[in-house]
């Protein structure tokens, strides 16, 4: 949360308040989740169970 907050107030000029809230904010969810999905393209053809 203090990622998603520092990555907010470097680029949008405020915090996201993740931190304050306890909760992700609907941008630091969408960030979070994108990097899950791009990790698992390079590994994708490697595991049969993808494949389906």
Same mark, same amino acid.
């Given at each position: 949360?203090?990622?998603?907050?520092?990555?907010? $107030? *470097?680029t949008l000029g405020r915090p996201l308040d993740c931190i304050a809230t306890? $909760? *992700?904010h609907t941008l630091a969810s969408i960030m979070q989740s994108s990097a899950y999905a791009t990790s698992l393209v390079p590994i994708r053809q490697h595991l049969w169970f993808f494949d389906s």
């Open positions: 949360m203090i990622s998603f907050d520092a990555a907010g $107030t *470097l306890n $909760t *992700l």
